[in-house]
């Protein structure tokens, strides 16, 4: 399915996101509800930990992606809320081995929100994606 990623001249050009992701052709759309840090039971994971937090949640999306049948590559936008901005960027954004599964080439629009709280005082990160793959 065709996509283009642009960053339109005269703004900016981040390494963790691209500015706009257009799609052509007949797709479905998926849309992946914000994802937290738990195991089966609905318990927190890695308490006090915003890098394995946030590992334990790209595995969750891997799993919800897949069970729609896509892939990272076809995520076209992604919403991180995280109650410690500068420890996200720092540890989840600016580390050079962090093993993004999306494309640093090619990576999908992205919002990141600072928030007071989440749904569980342990959790420090969230995140919800969409995606699209053809029809």
């Known amino acids: 399915m ?3 990623y642009i960053n ?3 703004l900016s050009i981040s390494p963790a996101f691209t500015r706009v992701l257009t799609v052509t052709a ?3 759309l998926i849309y ?3 994802q937290v840090p738990t195991d089966k039971e609905a318990r927190p ?3 006090g930990d915003i890098r394995s937090q946030f590992i334990a949640i790209l ?3 891997t799993v919800q992606l897949s069970a729609a049948g896509a892939t990272w590559d076809d995520v076209v936008f992604r919403r991180t809320y995280t109650v410690d901005v500068p420890a996200f960027v720092q540890r989840c954004i600016r580390d050079e081995l962090f093993p993004f599964p999306w494309s640093r080439e090619r990576p999908s629009p ?3 929100i600072g928030v007071t709280a989440l749904a569980n005082p342990a959790f420090l ?3 919800e994606i969409a995606a699209v793959i053809a029809d």
């Open 26 to 28: 007949p797709s479905k």
């Open 125 to 127: 990160v969230e995140l």
């Open 110 to 112: 992205s919002t990141l």
């Open 59 to 61: 595995d969750a999306l």
């Open 45 to 47: 994971l890695h308490v």
């Open 2 to 4: 065709p996509k283009q």
């Open 32 to 34: 992946i509800a914000g």
């Open 8 to 10: 339109p001249p005269g």
